[in-house]
C-alpha cells in the first residue's frame, strides 16, 4: 500500500471562528472525521491557543470582532522560517470578491472558501490540506517512505547550485541558509523553477498560481514578483533568477 491510500491519522484542529452556530457545525464534521478541536472566537484566544500547543490545521474566519483573521495568518507565516513546522491555514469567510481571495492568499492562506459552502466541499479540502500536511512531516521525519512520497508526488526537489526548492517541506534555502516566503511567493516560485526559460504571461500566471482568469489583478503578478525578487536576491546579487521578458511575461533563470 502506498502512502497515499493509507488513512491521515487524526489530526489536532484550531477553529477561529466567532458565529457559535457554525463553528458548532464545523466542530461536528471534523469530529465525525476523528479530528480533535480546539475553538477560539477572537484573534487574542487564538493567539492564546498557538502559545500552549501545536495544531495541524488552522480554520479562520476573517471578519472577528477584535480584526481581520489574514493579521494572525500573517504572524505566523512570518514566525514559521526555516526549520518551522508549516500550519496549513483554511479561511472560512463571507467576503466573497476575487480581490479579496488574493488578498487571503498573499496573506499566507493555504485555502480560501467562503461562506456559504457545501459542507461535502468542507470535508474534503480539509482532506487534502491534511493529506498534504502528513507527507511533508513523513518525508522530514521518516527518509524510508520518500519513495511512496516521490511516487505520489513527481515535484520533487529542485536544484540551482546553492539554491534548493523543496516543494515537500515548504522549503527555500540558499547556500543552507533559509529564505522566508510567504504560501503564494513559494508557489510562483516553484511553478516557475519547475520549467527554467519558459516565458509566463502574467494571464498564465493568475489563472496557475492564484486561479482566477481576471486580468485586473495583474498588480497582483507584479507586486509579488518584485517581492520574490527582492527575497532571492537579498541572499543572491550575482544572479537573478526572475527574468523579466519585456512585452511577454516571466521566466526563471536557472
Not at 540551482?160 to 516560485?189: C, M, R, W, Y
Not at 517581492?227 to 523579466?244: F, G, P, V
Amino acid at each position: 500500500m502506498t502512502l497515499a491510500e493509507k488513512q491521515v491519522p487524526a489530526a489536532m484542529i484550531l477553529i477561529v471562528e466567532d458565529d457559535n452556530d457554525l463553528a458548532d457545525l464545523i466542530n461536528m464534521h471534523l469530529s465525525f472525521q476523528g479530528h480533535d478541536v480546539i475553538r477560539a472566537t477572537s484573534l487574542e484566544l487564538a493567539r492564546q491557543a498557538l502559545a500552549k500547543q501545536s495544531f495541524d490545521l488552522l480554520v479562520l474566519d476573517r471578519g472577528l470582532e477584535d480584526g481581520d483573521g489574514l493579521s494572525l495568518c500573517q504572524g505566523i507565516r512570518q514566525q514559521q522560517i526555516g526549520s518551522q513546522p508549516w500550519l496549513p491555514v483554511l479561511v472560512l469567510t463571507a467576503k466573497d470578491a476575487e480581490k479579496d481571495k488574493v488578498e487571503g492568499l498573499e496573506s499566507g492562506a493555504d485555502d480560501y472558501l467562503t461562506k456559504p459552502f457545501s459542507v461535502l466541499e468542507f470535508q474534503a479540502r480539509v482532506r487534502a490540506m491534511l493529506r498534504r500536511q502528513h507527507f511533508s512531516n513523513a518525508a522530514v521525519n521518516d527518509p524510508d517512505i520518500a519513495p511512496d512520497i516521490a511516487e505520489n508526488n513527481p515535484d520533487n526537489v529542485l536544484s540551482f547550485g546553492d539554491l534548493i526548492i523543496n516543494p515537500v517541506t515548504h522549503q527555500v534555502e540558499f547556500k543552507h541558509n533559509a529564505i522566508s516566503l510567504t504560501a503564494t511567493e513559494f508557489t510562483l516560485l516553484h511553478f516557475l523553477a519547475k520549467r527554467p526559460g519558459r516565458v509566463y504571461s502574467k494571464d498564465e500566471l493568475l489563472d496557475a498560481v492564484w486561479q482566477t482568469q481576471f486580468s485586473g489583478y495583474h498588480h497582483t503578478v507584479c507586486s509579488t514578483i518584485n517581492r520574490l525578487r527582492t527575497k532571492l536576491n537579498a541572499s543572491n546579487d550575482d544572479h537573478k533568477y526572475i527574468q523579466t521578458v519585456w512585452g511577454v511575461g516571466y521566466k526563471f533563470e536557472a
